[in-house]
């Protein structure tokens, strides 16, 4: 008994020091089949914005025109994440947080409230929860400082979902919504992906079938499809490429169109292109351009960028970005410079 005890308070002190410590990404191994793992990184932008939409953290598929230009300066911490994982022989569990969640003011304190990105179970080929939509592939999200990652063109959506995976085959019901009107959504949106890898990089192939309701009551099927990329080129080089097509809604661009307008489905062309070099092994360059035009509604954003980042040691990295948002239907448009560095914990 004593043994037993004494073992029970050599682990909970170890689990406390390594608590006080979890910054630096440490794993506990609690026993044989047991292990935590602790993540994340602190991340410090400063970022100002110029033009005539309203300045953003970080730009999404839609902003607020201005009648006249305006500028903006802000420094912020509120990319910073931590995450938790659990693993229990094939069972995982694992929970990310960041700041987005609101709160706080400029005046006093710049507090930011936490909020959910990850929080999923997964066993063996099962995962069940909260995180990045099957649809999404996220290797082939462009390296950027802008926190969304040029959403304009991108695929960006978690949600809830229960995902079963085959090898290369994934499907997937996850979380339904109709956005534009109602939300009397009782159908999962169904996805279906096929992932192709090599040495060369990979491509997924994804589609999405799903139903949405209008404010008149009617119900309407919607369809669409991904093709997703991200290829070596020469050395440590890379191409990262999206093209949409199709009935997508939400999943595309981060808030650029909407699933609905009235009674009609929306239906979006969409792209996104980003080449990253290497200068050498620590330095490297991203250039990015994306794309998004809705049939129905006539809305059209674009975004490019340009950015240089340096590793000054492995878990420190500094950053700069220059790039422009606009908003194409009613000419508006915003440049943005931000600047960077990342803790990687």
């Known amino acids: 008994m004593f043994n037993t005890q004494y073992k029970k308070l050599l682990l909970t002190s170890a689990f406390l020091t390594a608590s006080t410590s979890a910054l630096a990404g440490y794993e506990i191994n609690i026993t044989e089949n047991d292990k935590l793992t602790f993540g994340g990184y602190i991340k410090i932008d400063a970022r100002y914005v110029d033009g005539d939409i309203a300045y953003r953290d970080y730009w999404i598929g839609d902003g607020i025109a201005l009648e006249e230009d305006a500028s903006q300066f802000r420094i912020f911490a509120n990319e910073t994440r931590f995450n938790t994982k659990y693993q229990h022989g094939e069972i995982t569990g694992f929970i990310e947080m960041d700041f987005w969640g609101g709160g706080g003011n400029e005046i006093v304190s710049n507090s930011a409230n936490p909020r959910i990105r990850h ?20 290797s082939a999200i ?3 400082a802008d926190f969304a990652g040029a959403t304009t063109g991108l695929v960006f959506i978690r949600q809830g979902q229960v995902r079963y995976n085959m090898g290369n085959f994934q499907v997937s019901i996850e979380n339904p ?6 939300a009397n959504d009782n159908i999962p949106d169904l996805i279906a992906r096929y992932n192709i890898k090599g040495d060369w990089g990979n491509v997924s192939i994804s589609g999405l079938a799903r139903q949405l309701h209008t404010l008149s009551g009617n119900t309407e099927s919607a ?3 991904s093709v997703a990329a991200r290829i070596k080129t020469t050395g440590k080089d890379d191409l990262r490429l999206q093209i949409h097509k199709g009935d997508l809604g939400r999943y595309v661009g981060a808030a650029a169109v909407k699933d609905l307008y009235g009674e009609e489905v929306e239906d ?3 792209v996104l292109v980003a080449y990253r070099h290497f200068w050498n092994d620590s330095l490297r360059s991203s250039v990015l351009y994306g794309k998004v ?3 129905v509604s006539n809305r059209e954003r674009t975004q490019w960028g340009i950015n240089l980042f340096q590793n000054l040691t492995k878990e420190l990295e500094v950053g700069i970005e220059v790039g422009n948002f606009s908003i194409d239907e009613l000419d508006k448009d915003s440049n943005y410079l931000q600047a960077t560095m990342r803790y990687i914990l």
Do not use: H, R
């Open 293 to 295: 035009d809705g049939d």
């Open 177 to 182: 919504e109709s956005w534009g009107d109602t």
């Open 223 to 225: 369809f669409g499809a």
């Open 268 to 270: 979006i062309t969409s």
């Open 142 to 144: 462009p390296e950027t």
């Open 119 to 138: 929080a999923f179970i997964n066993y063996k080929d099962l995962t069940v929860g909260q995180t990045w939509s099957t649809f999404m592939n996220t």
